[in-house]
């Protein structure tokens, strides 16, 4: 299981469609993801004091794009989906 941090107003602007692409994408050419065991730590590092955040659960092996374990913070890796994201891979979405 994949974990995404999104804003409200980012994952309801793309409801109408079958992908998921967050703002940074093509920045960053892959969206950013953790473990169930990451979450909290990604939570208190890059989005304390924010509201209005979901966390989106994505089944790994229903993806059609690639993910690749990355290092980041601390050479932990961190799953990073390389392009948007099909939407029948969410098994859940959950405000914070």
């Known amino acids: ?11 309801n602007s793309q409801l109408h469609l079958d992908q998921y692409a967050p ?3 093509k920045q960053a050419g892959f969206i ?3 473990t169930e065991i990451q979450l909290e730590g990604v939570l208190q ?3 304390s004091g924010q509201s209005n955040l979901l966390v989106i659960s994505i089944d790994e092996y229903k993806l ?3 993910v690749k374990y990355e290092p980041g913070t601390d050479n ?3 799953p990073h989906v390389y392009g948007s994201f099909n939407k029948d891979a969410v098994l859940k979405v959950e405000s914070i």
């Open 1 to 11: 299981m994949l974990y995404h941090v999104v804003t409200e107003a980012d994952w």
């Open 23 to 25: 703002p940074g994408l």
């Open 64 to 66: 059609r794009a690639a």
């Open 45 to 47: 590092r890059y989005f």
């Open 76 to 78: 932990e890796l961190f």
């Open 32 to 34: 950013h993801c953790c």
